[in-house]
Protein backbone atom coordinates (compact mmCIF):
# COMPACT_ATOMS: atom_id res chain seq x y z
CA UNK A 1 0.00 0.00 0.00
CA UNK A 2 0.49 3.67 -0.43
CA UNK A 3 -0.43 6.18 1.34
CA UNK A 4 -0.66 10.14 -0.06
CA UNK A 5 -1.12 13.31 1.51
CA UNK A 6 -2.02 16.19 -0.21
CA UNK A 7 -1.52 19.95 1.12
CA UNK A 8 -1.72 23.64 -0.16
CA UNK A 9 -4.55 23.80 -2.40
CA UNK A 10 -7.14 27.23 -1.65
CA UNK A 11 -8.11 30.63 -3.17
CA UNK A 12 -6.31 32.92 -5.05
CA UNK A 13 -6.82 35.31 -7.25
CA UNK A 14 -5.72 35.24 -11.03
CA UNK A 15 -2.32 35.78 -11.95
CA UNK A 16 -1.27 34.23 -8.48
CA UNK A 17 0.70 31.50 -7.28
CA UNK A 18 -0.31 28.41 -5.34
CA UNK A 19 2.38 25.61 -5.04
CA UNK A 20 1.13 21.71 -3.62
CA UNK A 21 2.75 19.32 -2.14
CA UNK A 22 2.19 15.14 -1.52
CA UNK A 23 3.95 13.57 0.83
CA UNK A 24 3.90 9.79 -0.42
CA UNK A 25 4.65 6.85 2.75
CA UNK A 26 4.21 2.97 2.72
CA UNK A 27 5.46 0.48 0.25
CA UNK A 28 7.18 3.37 -2.35
CA UNK A 29 10.05 1.27 -2.93
CA UNK A 30 8.37 0.50 -6.41
CA UNK A 31 6.94 3.32 -7.42
CA UNK A 32 7.58 4.47 -10.87
CA UNK A 33 5.62 7.46 -11.74
CA UNK A 34 3.95 10.35 -8.86
CA UNK A 35 1.77 13.42 -10.19
CA UNK A 36 -1.45 15.24 -10.64
CA UNK A 37 -4.44 14.97 -11.67
CA UNK A 38 -7.68 17.34 -11.55
CA UNK A 39 -11.04 16.68 -12.44
CA UNK A 40 -14.52 18.91 -12.36
CA UNK A 41 -17.38 17.99 -11.06
CA UNK A 42 -19.28 15.13 -13.75
CA UNK A 43 -15.67 15.74 -15.92
CA UNK A 44 -13.11 13.04 -16.26
CA UNK A 45 -10.03 13.16 -14.19
CA UNK A 46 -7.19 15.29 -16.37
CA UNK A 47 -3.48 14.74 -16.70
CA UNK A 48 -1.42 17.87 -15.23
CA UNK A 49 2.14 16.83 -14.73
CA UNK A 50 3.87 13.81 -13.52
CA UNK A 51 7.47 13.12 -13.24
CA UNK A 52 8.93 9.37 -13.55
CA UNK A 53 11.11 7.85 -11.31
CA UNK A 54 14.04 8.72 -14.00
CA UNK A 55 12.95 11.89 -13.74
CA UNK A 56 11.32 12.40 -16.75
CA UNK A 57 8.42 15.05 -16.53
CA UNK A 58 5.57 15.55 -18.81
CA UNK A 59 2.99 18.07 -18.46
CA UNK A 60 -0.82 19.22 -20.03
CA UNK A 61 -0.42 21.37 -22.79
CA UNK A 62 -2.53 23.85 -21.08
CA UNK A 63 0.05 24.11 -18.06
CA UNK A 64 2.88 23.85 -19.66
CA UNK A 65 5.24 27.20 -19.16
CA UNK A 66 2.79 27.82 -15.88
CA UNK A 67 3.12 24.59 -13.84
CA UNK A 68 6.50 23.09 -12.53
CA UNK A 69 6.47 19.56 -11.28
CA UNK A 70 9.38 18.24 -8.95
CA UNK A 71 10.33 16.08 -6.29
CA UNK A 72 12.40 15.54 -2.83
CA UNK A 73 13.08 11.74 -3.11
CA UNK A 74 14.71 12.18 0.43
CA UNK A 75 11.25 12.79 1.99
CA UNK A 76 8.95 11.31 -0.36
CA UNK A 77 7.53 14.11 -1.61
CA UNK A 78 6.37 15.63 -4.85
CA UNK A 79 5.75 19.24 -5.61
CA UNK A 80 3.21 21.23 -8.49
CA UNK A 81 4.33 25.00 -8.33
CA UNK A 82 1.67 26.22 -10.24
CA UNK A 83 2.05 30.28 -11.13
CA UNK A 84 0.06 32.42 -13.13
CA UNK A 85 -2.91 30.80 -12.54
CA UNK A 86 -6.46 31.39 -14.66
CA UNK A 87 -10.16 30.89 -13.67
CA UNK A 88 -10.28 27.71 -15.60
CA UNK A 89 -7.66 26.27 -13.62
CA UNK A 90 -10.05 25.96 -10.65
CA UNK A 91 -10.51 22.11 -9.98
CA UNK A 92 -9.96 19.33 -7.27
CA UNK A 93 -6.64 18.35 -7.70
CA UNK A 94 -5.06 14.47 -6.67
CA UNK A 95 -2.42 13.57 -6.35
CA UNK A 96 -1.08 9.77 -7.68
CA UNK A 97 1.39 7.54 -7.36
CA UNK A 98 1.73 4.07 -9.72
CA UNK A 99 3.17 1.26 -8.94
CA UNK A 100 2.95 -1.80 -12.01
CA UNK A 101 -0.66 -2.84 -11.85
CA UNK A 102 -1.54 -0.01 -9.11
CA UNK A 103 -1.93 3.38 -9.23
CA UNK A 104 -2.82 5.10 -5.60
CA UNK A 105 -4.67 8.46 -5.09
CA UNK A 106 -4.25 11.02 -2.52
CA UNK A 107 -8.12 12.38 -0.63
CA UNK A 108 -7.99 15.88 -3.67
CA UNK A 109 -7.28 19.19 -2.25
CA UNK A 110 -9.38 22.59 -3.70
CA UNK A 111 -8.27 25.03 -5.86
CA UNK A 112 -9.95 28.01 -7.00
CA UNK A 113 -9.34 30.90 -9.08
CA UNK A 114 -10.75 33.74 -8.86
CA UNK A 115 -10.99 36.25 -11.70
Known amino acids: QVQLVESGGGLVQAGGSLRLSCAASGSIFSVDAMGWYRQAPGKERELVAA???????NYADSVKGRFTISRDSAKNTVFLQMNSLKPEDTYVYYC?????????WGQGTQVTVSS
Open 51 to 57: ITSGGSI
Open 96 to 104: YAARPYRVY
